[in-house]
């Protein structure tokens, strides 16, 4: 199935680097703590992506003749702030190897960067509550083992991620220096290119996040070392965790996975439950958060739904992309905490979040707190279908509410007209889900659906919005009074294909998670017409089935990965969706 996108995206090198110089200067200007901390982090990120678009432009094969002076330049910037960063960590926030910064700063700025420069999203950031702080941590503890020493190790990093993880770990282990490798090709099958000679260095420390589902990545980071000169026993692993490759590992790559040593800290051990004061989520919160008492209870992977009474346990979840939760309990009323993203993401998508709950549409939010958004916890709502019917809004209240949140959305939260996956993509994902999903008949009924496609739909100029992208019913919470959306603002910026998309998705979407028929759905156009968004039938009949489709491919994949009590719930889902594509394409 189709589901996953990169998140590619062209930036200006300048631009970039001026991010990291008003990110140092933001912390500057703030008094110690995890606010300014969050701010230096920040600026890791931006350096390390400058380096990723920097180093991806000049090409590994080149990189393996000599470092141009522009790769160099953003390596010793991003290793300066890593070091910074990890001073902060252990030392109470506080600030220091500034002047290193502002050095490599002006030699960046000297440097004859390119214009522009592609950069690859860093998912462990933007989604899965990874922190570069455990790579550092990780390194840390290696070095005083004595298992590595700095003088002595090379340290590699995996372009994307890889940048900024490997100077973390640069910095742990207080190595003068990093390189990186962009290993390429199918997923599940990655190659690298070559690395230059290092005799000088008998170990190496290889560095990303993952595994995922292969490992191949890893894989083919340990051979471009070994033919490097570095032994693969030397090489030293740096994951973001300790489960191994997924389910599509090779042979090879499990075996690595066993043979190797392997370094890590995972979440728990860096910001949750396990870490030390003044690392924990609960540290950062406690004060600024009013009648904070007693511990966080992990919502991730499904476990919301035991907070929300009976009869939850059977809405689907799909566990493997829900984002770090947290519930806190507190007095006056508990409080929410969401993992929003690392970087300057999280700050956009708390604002996002502030416009939102400003209009009503979802809880209010109390702050950002480096990664993490802190909401009240709406005790007496539940899920939409949770409620019996008798006691469920009406039909005509939530079409109006349907109505008020998509107009919003579509006038408020406009993108980019480059945000999002081109129609060419979405129709290419919705035949191969098809086809996947229903076999030769939806393959043969796609086939004549899209044969019949109108040349308009294809042509038509198109308004991205920051759509919703997920309006399923038990995402919508209930009081008896008001209907609100929980989870309303990350879904346009994904870890998946779909991105932002014309308003006309969101309808589609709207359309087949609450069953609107024509009259229905006529009347919801007319509505968002009236509040000045241009719907167009010709858009609305193309995204009906790629909207479908999509999610075909998303529960299928969910319920691949799931465990046997998720299963039941999931295949409903799967069941669902392909009946809708069939229903589409008659």
Sequence with gaps: ??????????????????????????????????????????????????????????????????????VASATQLTLALARCCLHSWCYGFALAHEDAVEDAVRDCARQPLPAWITVHRCEGYAFYGLYPEGH??????????????????????????????????????????????????????????????????????????????????????VEALRRA??????????????????????????????????????????????????????????????????????????????????????????????????????????????????????????????????????????????????????????????WPSAQQPTRGLLLERLADYL???????PAPATAGATREVLLDMAGHNIAKGLGDEGARAWQAWRGALPAAALAMPLRRVLTDNRLHAWEWLWDGRTLRKTDAVDHAVAHDLVGSQPLEWDVAGATVEFGLDAGERHWLMGRLRAAGMAVQSTLLALYLPLYAAFQLGAFTMALQAAPDAEKAALAREVRRYGQWVRRVLG
């Design 1 to 70: 199935m189709i589901v996953y996108g990169d998140g590619r995206r062209k930036e200006r090198s300048g631009a970039k680097l001026a991010r990291v110089c008003i990110g140092l200067r933001r912390a500057r200007a703030l008094p110690p703590g995890i606010v300014r901390h969050a701010r230096l982090v920040e600026a890791l990120i931006e350096a390390g992506e400058l380096l990723q678009g920097v180093a991806d432009a000049v090409g590994d094969e080149a990189l393996s003749q000599g470092v141009p002076p522009g």
């Design 229 to 386: 000169g570095v032994p693969s026993p030397r090489v030293h692993l740096f994951p973001s965790h300790g489960h191994g490759p997924g389910p599509a590992a090779s042979p090879p790559a499990r075996q690595l996975w066993r043979e190797q040593p392997v370094h890590y800290l995972g979440f728990d051990d860096v910001a949750g439950a396990a870490a030390m004061p003044p690392h924990r989520v609960l540290d950062w919160v406690r004060d600024p958060l009013p009648g904070v008492r007693g511990d966080m209870v992990a919502l991730s992977g499904g476990a919301w739904r035991a907070w929300h009474g009976e009869g939850a346990e059977a809405l689907p979840a799909q566990v493997h992309m829900e984002r770090l939760k947290f519930l806190l309990p507190a007095d006056g009323g508990d409080w929410l905490l969401r993992f929003a993203g690392l970087g300057r993401g999280s700050r956009l998508a708390c604002a996002r979040r502030h416009l939102l709950a400003r209009h009503g549409f979802c809880p209010p939010v109390e702050g950002l707190w480096h990664g993490f958004t802190a909401e009240r916890w709406l005790a007496h709502a539940r899920p939409l279908p949770l």
């Design 407 to 413: 107009a919003f959305r579509g006038t408020r939260l």
């Design 136 to 221: 550092g941590m990780a390194a840390l503890q290696v070095r005083e083992s004595g298992a590595l020493s700095g003088e002595r190790t090379r340290v590699v990093g995996l372009r994307s991620i890889g940048t900024s993880l490997a100077a973390m770990v640069a910095a742990g282990l207080r190595a003068p220096g990093f390189e990186t490798l962009r290993p390429q090709g199918h997923p599940f099958d990655r190659q690298a290119g070559a690395l230059p000679p290092a005799g000088w260095a008998p170990d190496a420390a290889l560095v990303d996040e993952g595994p995922g589902l292969s490992g191949s990545s890893f894989l083919a980071g």
